[in-house]
């Protein structure tokens, strides 16, 4: 994608920026938060590892998911 298009989507609500350089789509950023609420419902806090194999993702991508969320608490 284009710097020009993710820039609207991005202000448009769209695409959500979790780090620099890291953009989700809002409905799949949505999807993992829940996933994750759901693990820590169910099982209590959670480590990064836990979470990145819960979403079979990489820890650099974990770690800046789990900040994100920490930081829209």
């Not at 829940?34 to 079979?56: C, H, K, W």
């Amino acid at each position: 994608m284009s710097p020009e298009l993710v820039d609207a989507l991005l202000a448009q609500g769209r695409l959500v920026e979790v780090a620099a350089g890291l953009v989700y789509d809002r409905d799949t950023l949505d999807a993992l938060v829940e996933r994750i609420r759901v693990d820590i419902q169910s099982n209590g806090p959670r480590t990064v590892a836990q979470i990145r194999d819960l979403l079979d993702a990489s820890r650099k991508f974990t770690l800046a998911l789990v900040n994100f969320t920490d930081e829209k608490k």
